[in-house]
């Protein structure tokens, strides 16, 4: 397996090249790369929504063993659908410059290999999926459709991240119903601001490409909202909040509870208005903020589900 340099981390704006992918073997390195084990931003992103969910039940201090299942399972399926995402837009994925050094469109990693490697994966997700009653591990099957059609979104709609946001928020579904296998509106408000949070934080990832994706014929909110990009974020990030709000007040109808939430709420305020438009690392950055901010929102869900 030939080695190159354009798997180097100056390359790749938002990997994190070190620690144990910096350590591993040459020859499996660009399968590293591929799942995106060097951007741990990623899994935290898939992660958090999961472990809302068995917090906001109550379950997180006596099921911690499942946010830790959860944990697993996130790493390897959010790499599995990078993986996916990689062999569908290798194409296109040559003619962006931020893209352009990844394992399949460099010709680091076969496209053969990269579905031997992407079963793998799956495989190992399976052990998460095993851990789950039988209402949660038939919720999570159902992410897997909405998972296989997001690479062809940005082909088809301005709006990829919304599709985005039903994959990596359905995490929320999957805990809260191996705590408590029943649907309710709370559960649904949690999902459907997770959503809303998604599209916000994917469309500040998304300034990065714009020249690009426009160039190439890749769509997406930022392109979409054009110079109303902060605002945009700015909304979505609200009608977030309203949802959580609601979810919170359904469990515990008071005011205490909702001030929970404050710090996540700032943290988001502070996103929109530090936010350089035009800087394509002051975006990445703001970006990954929100794996701090997913921290926040746990906590707060935490606090909720303890006292309720």
């Known amino acids: 397996m030939q080695t190159q340099p354009e798997t180097r981390p100056e390359n790749v704006p938002d990997a994190e090249y070190h620690g144990l992918t910096g350590l591993l073997p040459a020859a499996a390195r660009p399968y590293a790369l591929l799942a995106r084990f060097d951007r741990p931003i990623g899994w935290w992103l898939l992660f958090w929504p999961c472990a809302w969910g068995v ?140 959503i809303l949070w998604v599209i916000g934080y994917d469309t500040i990832y998304a300034l990065q490409d714009r020249e690009d994706d426009a160039l190439v014929g890749i769509r997406s909110s930022a392109l979409r909202l054009g110079e109303n990009v902060r605002f945009g974020v700015l909304v979505f990030y609200a009608l977030a909040m309203a949802s959580w709000v609601g979810a919170f007040w359904i469990i515990r109808p008071d005011l205490l509870g909702l001030a929970a939430l404050i710090p996540f709420a700032i943290h988001l305020f502070w996103q929109v208005a530090t936010l350089k438009i035009g800087d394509g690392d002051d975006a990445l950055a703001k970006f990954r903020s929100n794996r701090f901010a997913g921290l926040l929102m746990f906590l707060a869900c935490l606090v909720l589900g303890q006292a309720g």
């Open 55 to 194: 917090a906001l039940t109550g379950g997180a201090v006596e099921r911690w063993d499942l946010i830790l299942w959860l944990l697993l399972g996130s790493i390897v399926m959010r790499g599995a659908g990078c993986v996916l995402n990689d062999i569908v837009d290798r194409d296109l994925d040559k003619k962006v410059e931020r893209t352009r050094s990844r394992p399949l469109a460099s010709g680091a990693v076969s496209v053969k290999a990269a579905w031997i490697w992407l079963i793998t994966l799956c495989l190992i997700g399976l052990i998460t999926w095993l851990q789950l009653n039988m209402t949660a591990k038939l919720v999570a099957l159902g992410s897997l459709a909405l998972v296989a059609a997001y690479p062809f979104m940005k082909r088809i709609t301005w709006w990829p991240q919304a599709w985005l946001g039903m994959v990596f928020a359905w995490g929320a579904l999957v805990g809260w119903l191996a705590i408590s296998p029943e649907f309710s509106t709370a559960m649904l408000l949690l999902y459907g601001g997770g």
